[in-house]
């Protein structure tokens, strides 16, 4: 697919990804591959906005006729507070990365949960088919944990700043918490492994976890997909364990909004990962 830019119309549908920085963001790129496949009259521009101006600025989109906007670090609890409407996942996540504008209206949801259970199953993994532990208590964490728990998925914690689990279990009720060091003998315990923090992203340290004690039917999830092959899921797939990448969950979370602005249900398919896997390759 070239970079060609559509010919918009005077009723063309607007959206965009609003973050800061927002450079980096690959959400523009996926957009763009499904505006130009599906023959939209819309575009998705990124859309770079200081943490004090975000509240002016989502207005300002509302009153400009955006059809709406994904939200990026470090806006997502910013955004939770301005929307009119939230739904439940993002009450449940505490955190909203998808607006819709609508009459005069902001609503707020959050699909990051969703992208990740949708990628799951993509993968043929069925998300309800154990215990999953979970590392990390961020907002990441937060969206994974809280779709889990919606899918009757019991979920065990472990971050490395304990409190904060703590405080993420008494938010979440049912939610276990086990310490940071012991994430590697909790393993046996679990049928899914979900790495929700930075570490093996690139320009990050790799995450230190032995697998010796993982059961040999673990699945082991990376959200990171900065590379693709994490140091833990290459560690997962010497050890013949099932591994399944953070792209999946990037591309998976960006249906409903897409469907939301532009009113048309986008497919995730293996052109889609490529050519977003592309860009991540490229130097
Ligand atoms: N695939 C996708 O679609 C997708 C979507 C969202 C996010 N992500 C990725 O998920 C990651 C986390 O994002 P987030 O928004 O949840 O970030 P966040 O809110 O800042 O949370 C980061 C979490 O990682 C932990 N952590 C950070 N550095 C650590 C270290 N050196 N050792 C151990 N734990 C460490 C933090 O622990 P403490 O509490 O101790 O600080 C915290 O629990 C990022 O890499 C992001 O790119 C991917």
């Given amino acids: 697919m070239n970079r060609a830019m559509s010919i918009l119309s005077g009723s063309a549908r607007v959206a965009g990804i609003t973050g800061w920085p927002v450079a980096h963001s690959r959400s523009p790129r996926l957009h763009g591959y499904w505006l130009q496949r599906l023959a939209i009259d819309g575009a998705y521009v990124p859309l770079p906005v200081r943490p004090e101006h975000f509240a002016t600025a989502m207005r300002g989109l509302l009153a ?5 906007c994904n939200v990026t670090a470090p806006h997502k609890l910013a955004a939770f507070d301005i929307c009119d409407s939230v739904d439940v996942t ?3 996540a505490g955190a909203v990365n998808t607006l819709v504008f609508r009459d005069g209206r902001i609503s707020g949801s959050n699909t990051d949960g969703y992208g990740f259970l949708a990628d799951l199953r993509a993968h043929g993994v069925d998300p309800a088919a154990g215990p999953a532990l979970v590392l990390g208590a961020g907002g990441a964490a937060r969206a994974v944990i809280a779709a889990f728990q919606d899918t009757g998925v ?4 472990a971050n490395r700043t304990r409190a904060r689990a703590d405080a993420l279990a008494g938010e979440l009720p049912g939610l276990r918490v086990v310490d940071w060091q012991a994430r590697a003998a909790s393993l046996a315990d679990h049928a899914l492994l979900v790495n929700t923090t930075p570490l093996g992203m690139a320009g990050h340290d790799p995450l230190e976890l032995d697998l010796s004690a ?5 699945v082991v999830a990376d959200i990171v997909y900065v590379p693709l092959e994490t140091p833990l899921l290459a560690a997962a797939r010497m050890r013949g364990l099932r591994a399944v990448e953070g792209l999946g969950m990037l591309l998976h979370q960006a249906v409903p909004g897409f469907r939301a602005w532009f009113g048309v249900e986008p497919q995730v398919d293996e052109a889609l990962r490529r050519f977003v896997a592309a860009d991540l390759l490229a130097p």
């Fill in 90 to 92: 993002a009450r449940r």
């Fill in 214 to 218: 993982a059961p040999s039917s673990l």
């Fill in 64 to 68: 400009a006729g955006f059809a709406g």
């Fill in 154 to 157: 019991a979920v065990t914690v």
